[in-house]
């Protein structure tokens, strides 16, 4: 079985001999890793799903009808159409 292990740290330095430095770089350090994380992730405008839909037919058709690729249809379709 799997085996837990608790670890306690001192950040405040209370009972070390951490010096006023380190102690005070730890608490800027935790309020940092306390703040919420966040990042900027370009999202492509929305296509228009009756284009997709359309293309998406086209390359079904292109396939000779064989069943089975609807959602790689669809994902290629909307790639194509991304990239015009």
Request: glycine fraction near 8%.
């Amino acid at each position: 079985m799997g085996r837990l292990l608790l670890v306690k740290v001192d950040v405040e330095g209370k009972g070390s001999n951490m010096g006023q430095k380190a102690k005070r770089e730890n608490r800027e350090l935790l309020a940092a890793l306390a703040q919420p994380q966040t990042s900027e992730i370009p999202i492509a405008p929305a296509l228009p799903h009756d284009e997709i839909r359309r293309r998406a037919y086209e390359i079904y058709l292109e396939r000779g009808g064989e069943r089975g690729h609807d959602l790689e249809d669809w994902l290629r379709a909307e790639l194509e159409l991304r990239a015009i």
